[in-house]
């Protein structure tokens, strides 16, 4: 492959031990590289998370294509399980190894050596931005939220955008993610009267009420799915009471749910049938509660249509595979990104991504520059 090598790109990233919200050097790779090639670079800090903006063009062209992408990884676990080092990246018959390998420095690698290429083989009449951000694992409070504040403030803006996480479930080039369901947790607490498990009608405990409340939420249908969205889901996840005497009915008792999203509904709306239900509780058992709810993102959707198709085209011309257009899987940073411009996803195949001794073929990082590159040849010519 002649110019920019993505997969030494790849490994130069990997060997940094960006842990979120640690950067370990990873974007000063990036930035080194995309600034001797000709691109603008700006950081783009905020809350001691670093962020990197780069642009090659005419800032404000009316013709400008972006790349999103985090080099922030998840911690290693048990290092002793790995059978490579997790910030070796190491290649071992065909397959590169290393904590971020899939999840996502490759992408960032990938669509880094496209569009450097590109830039320089065929400079187009318009511009590429890429916004790379070191919070994607964590919070992601500081992250791709500070790049579009940052753009917003400078002035600079994506006609449409590219986020590279990994896509596929199964096989290169098999899906493309053209929305995300929305995500939210409650923390609910209920609070009874503490008492002697021999003299219950002494106490109020708080199990039974909890109980009732999680099978309200459990064994309640949210919805059956819309045209581009599976149905939405709620998940109860924890059940506590710290409790460990069995002569004792304890005074409080905590759980928390997850709900996964589609767009039949609002963080709102959920919101308040949540609370009409503990509301109902509290009538029905005589007990008190308090609830915390957090708001990871919305559902969105980019519908079917000219981004959507370019970026299927090319995957198919690299792939010879015709990619699903998926809203599945949890969220990413274009939950973000939906609310400057149209964005789609599109990476490498995810299934070890997270895991002991995660990998990504060598010839799939190759392949996903190239994919990249026709994205943009197609984009801008």
């Given at each position: 492959?002649?110019?920019?090598?993505?997969?030494?790109?790849?490994?130069?990233?990997?060997?940094?031990?960006?842990?979120?919200?640690?950067?370990?050097?990873?974007?000063?790779?990036?930035?080194?590289?995309?600034?001797?090639?000709?691109?603008?670079?700006?950081?783009?800090?905020?809350?001691?998370?670093?962020?990197?903006?780069?642009?090659?063009?005419?800032?404000?062209?009316?013709?400008?294509?972006?790349?999103?992408?985090?080099?922030?990884?998840?911690?290693?676990?048990?290092?002793?399980?790995?059978?490579m080092?997790?910030?070796?990246?190491?290649?071992?018959?065909?397959v590169?190894?290393?904590?971020?390998?899939?999840?996502?420095?490759?992408?960032?690698?990938a669509?880094?050596?496209?569009?450097?290429?590109?830039?320089q083989?065929?400079?187009?009449?318009?511009?590429?931005?890429?916004?790379?951000?070191?919070?994607?694992?964590?919070?992601?409070?500081?992250?791709?939220?500070?790049?579009?504040?940052?753009?917003?403030?400078?002035?600079?803006?994506?006609?449409?955008?590219?986020?590279?996480?990994?896509?596929?479930?199964?096989?290169?080039?098999?899906?493309?993610?053209?929305?995300?369901?929305?995500?939210?947790?409650?923390?609910?607490?209920?609070?009874?009267?503490?008492?002697?498990?021999?003299?219950?009608?002494?106490a109020?405990?708080?199990?039974?009420?909890?109980?009732?409340?999680?099978?309200?939420?459990?064994?309640?249908?949210?919805?059956?799915?819309?045209?581009?969205?599976?149905p939405?889901?709620?998940?109860?996840?924890?059940v506590?009471?710290?409790?460990?005497?069995?002569?004792?009915?304890?005074?409080?008792?905590?759980?928390?749910?997850?709900?996964?999203?589609?767009?039949?509904?609002?963080?709102?709306?959920?919101?308040?049938?949540?609370?009409?239900?503990?509301?109902?509780?509290?009538?029905?058992?005589?007990?008190?509660?308090?609830?915390?709810?957090?708001?990871?993102?919305?559902?969105?959707?980019?519908?079917?249509?000219a981004?959507?198709?370019?970026?299927?085209?090319?995957?198919?011309?690299?792939?010879?595979?015709t990619?699903?257009l998926?809203?599945?899987?949890?969220?990413?940073?274009?939950?973000?990104?939906?609310?400057?411009?149209?964005?789609?996803?599109?990476?490498?195949?995810?299934?070890?991504?997270?895991?002991v001794?995660?990998?990504?073929?060598?010839?799939?990082?190759?392949?996903?520059?190239?994919?990249?590159?026709?994205?943009?040849?197609?984009?801008?010519?």
């Open positions: 492959m002649s110019g920019q090598d993505p997969v030494a790109l790849t490994a130069d990233l990997v060997r940094c031990a960006s842990v979120t919200p640690e950067d370990a050097g990873a974007l000063d790779v990036l930035h080194d590289l995309l600034s001797g090639a000709g691109f603008e670079c700006a950081w783009a800090d905020r809350g001691g998370i670093r962020n990197l903006f780069a642009r090659w063009g005419d800032k404000g062209h009316s013709k400008t294509f972006g790349f999103n992408g985090h080099t922030d990884v998840v911690p290693v676990g048990d290092a002793e399980a790995w059978t080092p997790p910030f070796g990246a190491e290649i071992k018959e065909g590169l190894y290393g904590r971020g390998a899939t999840d996502m420095k490759s992408g960032v690698a669509f880094a050596a496209a569009a450097i290429d590109f830039v083989a065929t400079p187009p009449e318009g511009a590429i931005i890429l916004a790379i951000t070191g919070d994607e694992e964590g919070d992601a409070v500081d992250g791709t939220t500070a790049l579009l504040a940052h753009m917003e403030a400078a002035g600079e803006r994506m006609d449409v955008c590219l986020v590279g996480e990994p896509t596929c479930p199964d096989k290169m080039g098999d899906m493309i993610k053209i929305g995300r369901r929305g995500s939210m947790t409650a923390w609910i607490k209920v609070i009874g009267t503490q008492g002697h498990s021999a003299y219950p009608h002494r109020n405990n708080p199990l039974p009420a909890m109980m009732r409340l999680m099978d309200r939420f459990a064994s309640h249908e949210l919805d059956d799915g819309t045209e581009h969205f599976d939405s889901t709620l998940a109860v996840v924890t506590d009471t710290g409790n460990p005497a069995t002569n004792v009915i304890p005074a409080e008792c905590s759980s928390a749910v997850n709900i996964r999203f589609n767009d039949s509904h609002s963080g709102a709306s959920l919101t308040q049938w949540i609370e009409e239900e503990i509301a109902c509780i509290e009538t029905d058992f005589g007990v008190k509660t308090e609830v915390k709810i957090k708001i990871s993102g919305e559902s969105f959707l980019t519908p079917p249509g981004l959507s198709d370019l970026v299927a085209r090319a995957v198919e011309a690299e792939t010879g595979v990619p699903v998926s809203t599945t899987g949890g969220t990413s940073d274009a939950r973000f990104v939906k609310d400057h411009c149209p964005v789609v996803e599109f990476g490498l195949v995810g299934q070890s991504m997270h895991q001794d995660e990998h990504v073929e060598v010839a799939h990082i190759r392949q996903l520059k190239d994919i990249y590159t026709r994205i943009l040849a197609e984009y801008f010519v």
